[in-house]
């Protein structure tokens, strides 16, 4: 039993962590290595993102993010996304510019998009 609760534990402590930021004007670089899942909910975020994260949410306004990511999804409104990779690009907020390469997966044709919001431009870039 206590193996069992041991294994348990040591598996949590090495489960990748969430960055969830809820301040307004900030400036990082995220490692996906070891934060999965980005949140931003504050506004005028900058962030730069290495590798590929499995989530990204821009939740707030006028924040920046650069970088690669499974899916991104973009229900704030003014915000800007230069994405590498990304398989599902999801952007129902307003007045937001998205340009990707392709997606994030080998084995995905092309990135899945669904841009239901207004006034917003989204370039894939060759």
Same mark, same amino acid.
């Given at each position: &039993? ?6 348990? $534990?040591? &598996? ?6 969430? =960055?969830?930021? &809820? ?5 990082? !670089? #995220?490692? +996906?290595?070891?934060?999965? !899942?980005?949140?931003? $909910? ?10 590929? +994260?499995?989530? =990204? ?40 510019? #998205? ?13 899945? $998009?669904?841009? #239901? ?10």
């Amino acid at each position: &039993m206590r193996t069992t609760l041991f294994a348990l $534990l040591a &598996m949590t402590s090495l489960a990748a962590a969430d =960055v969830t930021i &809820m301040d307004n004007d900030k400036t990082l !670089e #995220v490692d +996906c290595a070891k934060d999965k !899942e980005v949140n931003l $909910l504050g506004n005028k975020i900058t962030v730069t993102l290495k590798g590929v +994260c499995t989530k =990204v949410s821009l939740t707030g306004n006028h924040n920046t993010v650069t970088g690669s990511s499974l899916t991104v999804s973009i229900p704030g409104n003014h915000n800007t996304a230069t994405l590498d990779k990304v398989d599902t690009l999801a952007v129902p907020g307003n007045q937001n510019t #998205v340009t990707y390469k392709g997606p994030a997966t080998a084995t995905l044709r092309k990135t899945k $998009l669904a841009v #239901v919001g207004n006034k917003n431009s989204v370039t894939q870039q060759k």
